[in-house]
């Protein structure tokens, strides 16, 4: 089992910045990827950044060139740096986990365990 806690979320101003902190303990082994996801109200959870292994990182293009994700791999600690925020970015922002895990069988699959989530709001 894979425990995520995230921490870091607030109220900010528009055009102001904030850091996200996600901290994974329990069976961290196979770890394929670490990230962040958001889910605004009525709305599905959609990516934000991820960040591989190796450090090859994926952007929504809502977000390109203002946040910035970081991950210590001997921390087991993925970051999220928001910066430039927008009224639009106010959501619930999720860290999640990607690892491999296997079935009975010994065939891999891909399994992603999830924070709890954390209230970013930017007011306008």
């Known amino acids: 089992q894979v425990q995520l806690v995230e921490s870091g979320g607030g109220l900010v101003q528009a055009g102001g910045s904030l850091r996200l902190s996600c901290a994974a303990s329990g069976s961290i082994r196979s770890v394929n990827s670490m990230g962040w996801y958001r889910q605004a109200p009525g709305k599905q959870r959609d990516l934000v950044a991820t960040i591989t292994s190796a450090g090859n990182t994926n952007y929504a293009d809502s977000v390109k060139g203002r946040f910035t994700i970081s991950r210590d791999n001997a921390k087991n600690t993925v970051d999220l740096q928001m910066n430039s925020l927008k009224p639009e970015d106010t959501a619930v922002y999720f860290c999640?986990?990607?690892?491999?895990?296997?079935?009975?069988?010994?065939?891999?699959?891909?399994?992603?365990?999830w924070g709890q989530g954390t209230q970013v709001t930017v007011s306008s």
């Open positions: 999640a986990l990607t690892r491999t895990e296997w079935t009975g069988r010994g065939n891999p699959y891909e399994y992603t365990y």
